[in-house]
């Protein structure tokens, strides 16, 4: 083990024990110490979920990547491991970035990850060179390849004009011929983002199949941490893109995220495009990956911040960063549908249920339902069937100065987030809106609160929303507003994680 690593692990076994409980979220993976991004390596081995995550163990603030490792039998109650990599190879002194894991015939777990390194180029510039390097564990330890990197990037491993400096994010499989497969994000100059396919018989030796999929300058300019599966009949291919323009309401400014569903060509490995959305609507999503359970679920995980607004935190706050709930994934008629993991079910507590509540151009408060660890499902429609309502507002993390509010107006078939209210002081991103489907008002929403953050799943799940909050946890109030006159039926559970 390197001196590296080892200064990582013991610092994290260290400061963990600073954290309280209660300033973490409940269900939701949050960084050990320091920082988080990235999920990495989400993976099913030795008969528990594996997640790595993107980790600065030494400060709040990214820094110096390392792997950081949490092991769950639910993917709910997470346990934390030590450090599984840190920065301390000729190939990777710069970082450990991300990658994927999967579970080898012989039994070892295998990590395959990006590694950085700087040079300085013949015009004096700093680049950072990206390769893909293979690690293998017990689900605990693991080691570096001795001869990593496995692909450069050189000697024709990337197409005429694919960039050293943006190549990165390997998602790794194995294929029907017993080789591998890896799936890995790439800039094209002048193009933007693609996502090249390679292939090997041994792991060590690599050949670069195809372009799977290619931006154009369509979807922002660089792609990351692309995911591809079969679901439901469907071929989908998850990405993240960086520094994108708004398209509608469907792609908005900044990084986020997209997802295509088609078909593939297995005999000449192609995917045929039919179909692209983003994955998450709301203003905290990014870098989503999946795995597929033992039970046969495909269930996706992704970081829940936003790269533009999460570097306004001190350098004392002990943690930064958290994982979306894990949800599970369906195709139906070309959209990819997502549901809180059903484990979730099994944390809900004290059952209070309404029906045919009238909210009448006021706000409401109904008695019991209130918290911040809290299940709730909520059902609108208009109280005329013939008079429809301007809008109707669902107010959570609510106090006398605070709250953070999900709005639907059926006139303009549009579903917004706002945290403004929300404490914050910064005039960092506080909305989001996006278009919903409803039948003359009427519209389905399941909000899952988690002490910092709130997740909204419309018409069970054909759109999701995510948002991070860190109003004070005696703000517990919900409430419900209307501008017009509508009835609401309404199913609230508490959460506990014990």
Not at 20 to 32: D, T, V
Not at 326 to 339: D, F, K
Not at 411 to 416: D, V, Y
């Amino acid at each position: 083990m390197s001196q590296a690593l080892r200064d990582a692990r013991r610092y994290e076994e260290i400061h963990e024990t600073m954290i309280q409980k209660e300033s973490r979220p409940a269900f939701h993976l949050s960084a050990r110490v320091g920082w988080l991004n990235d999920p990495n390596g989400f993976s099913w081995y030795q008969g528990r979920y594996h997640l790595f995550y993107q980790y600065h163990p030494f400060d709040s603030h990214w820094g110096p990547m390392h792997w950081g490792h949490a092991v769950s039998d639910d993917l709910l109650h997470w346990t934390y491991l030590p450090a599984a990599m840190a920065p301390d190879k000729p190939f990777d002194r710069d970082g450990c970035f991300s990658g994927s894991a999967m579970t080898l015939p012989d039994g070892r777990h295998l990590l395959m990850y990006t590694g950085v390194a700087r040079e300085v180029t013949e015009s004096g510039e700093v680049r950072e060179v990206q390769t893909q390097n293979l690690a293998f564990g017990d689900g605990t330890d693991y080691v570096k390849y001795e001869l990593n990197p496995v692909i450069t990037g050189l000697n024709g491993e990337l197409p005429e004009g694919g960039s050293r400096y943006a190549f990165r994010d390997p998602k790794i499989w194995m294929a029907p011929d017993g080789g591998y497969r890896a799936l890995i994000a790439n800039d094209m100059r002048g193009q933007g983002g693609q996502m090249l396919l390679y292939k090997s018989a041994d792991l060590y030796h690599w050949e670069r199949v195809t372009a799977l999929a290619e931006n154009h300058n369509r979807i922002g300019f660089m792609w990351e941490c692309p995911d591809f599966f079969e679901l439901d009949g469907k071929y989908v291919l998850l990405g993240s893109s960086q520094d994108m323009l708004p398209k509608g309401l469907e792609y908005h400014n900044g990084n986020g995220t997209f997802y295509f569903i088609g078909d593939y060509d297995s005999k000449n490995e192609k995917f045929i495009e039919e179909s692209d959305h983003s994955i998450d609507y709301g203003i905290d999503f990014y870098a989503p990956q999946t795995l597929l359970t033992p039970d046969g679920r495909r269930v996706m995980i992704g970081w829940m911040q936003n790269w533009d607004t999460c570097n306004l935190h001190t350098k004392s706050t002990p943690w930064f960063g958290m994982m979306s709930i894990p949800r599970e994934l369906h195709v139906r008629n070309g959209i990819l549908y997502q549901t809180p993991i059903r484990e979730l079910e099994r944390m809900r507590r004290d059952e209070i249920i309404y029906e045919n509540e009238t909210v009448d151009n006021c706000e409401i408060a109904l008695p019991g339902v209130a918290g911040r660890l809290v299940d709730l499902e909520v059902e609108v429609a208009p109280a005329d069937p013939e008079k429809s309502f301007d809008r109707f507002a669902i107010r959570f993390a609510k106090n006398e100065l605070f709250h953070t509010t999900v709005s639907f107006r059926p006139h303009e078939s549009t579903l917004k987030i706002d945290r403004k209210f929300s404490g914050s002081r910064r005039a960092i991103t506080h909305q989001r809106r996006c278009r919903v489907q409803h039948d003359n008002g009427k519209l389905k929403l399941r909000l899952i609160l988690d002490r910092f953050s709130g997740e909204i799943f419309v018409n069970d799940g054909e759109k999701v929303m995510s948002v991070t909050v860190f109003t004070d946890l005696n703000a517990e109030g919900i409430a419900f507003f209307a501008d017009g006159k509508v009835k609401i039926n309404v199913k609230k559970y508490n959460l506990s994680p014990d």
